[in-house]
């Protein structure tokens, strides 16, 4: 299981209340870094995004752009509602949080302390090797009939031919109307015809890779 912990940057960029515009765009340029966690002492109190620094203030080019700057302090322009993560979450939860409330970043927190930070690039860097779509192999989709153990069944047919299974993602709602759902597997093999084959005769219905033009044909 991937943890929070396991994705989130420990050495996090902070800034204060008081903090002007032009201060944290700085941060953000000189650090190359989208977000910033506000502290009011040792307390989380806000994050600011360079995104929400540029909407604040007069577009590029205008005169009055840099006198702005300086004007806006943090505390004018941070989001106060703050969601945040803890190290022992799964990263899918976060990855859920963000979805859900539309945010490109976390504050990961244990107990009331700032301890790191995750960002929508973690979270999909943490996904990516989660499902090893960064290790060499093939992907699988196979159609799972609505009975208890069609997936064990899938895994084990796999296993049969001798071919170890790098991830497996499997839908928890039905797809269609007869009750299916669908399975998708990456396995170690860039090789898989006899795995399609075995899973074939076996009665499931391979949905990736495509038949080969003419298979099952007389």
Excluded at 6 to 33: K, W
Excluded at 116 to 140: P, Q, W
């Amino acid at each position: 299981m991937l943890l929070v912990r396991d994705s989130m940057t420990q050495e996090v960029v902070t800034v204060a209340p008081e903090t002007t515009a032009a201060e944290a765009l700085a941060l953000c340029r000189g650090n190359r870094i989208r977000h910033l966690p506000v502290l009011e002492g040792e307390r989380l109190v806000g994050v600011i995004s360079d995104r929400g620094l540029r909407a604040a203030t007069p577009a590029l080019g205008d005169p009055a752009r840099a006198e702005a700057l300086d004007r806006i302090r943090i505390a004018d322009e941070m989001a106060r509602d703050v969601v945040t993560v803890r190290p022992e979450d799964p990263i899918e939860d976060a990855a859920m949080a963000m979805y859900e409330r539309k945010i490109g970043c976390l504050p990961v927190v244990d107990g009331e302390d700032l301890v790191g930070i995750v960002t929508s690039s973690d979270v999909l860097r943490a996904l990516v090797r989660l499902v090893g779509a960064h290790e060499s192999g093939s992907r699988l989709e196979v159609a799972l009939p609505s009975r208890s153990g069609s997936l064990a069944e899938v895994i084990e047919v796999i296993r049969g031919e001798g071919v170890d299974i790098v991830s497996v993602l499997a839908s928890s709602e039905h797809e269609d109307e007869a009750g299916e759902r669908v399975a998708v597997l990456r396995v170690a093999t860039i090789y898989p015809k006899q795995v399609v084959e075995s899973l074939s005769t076996a009665g499931y219905r391979i949905l990736w890779p495509p038949a080969e033009p003419g298979a099952g044909s007389a």
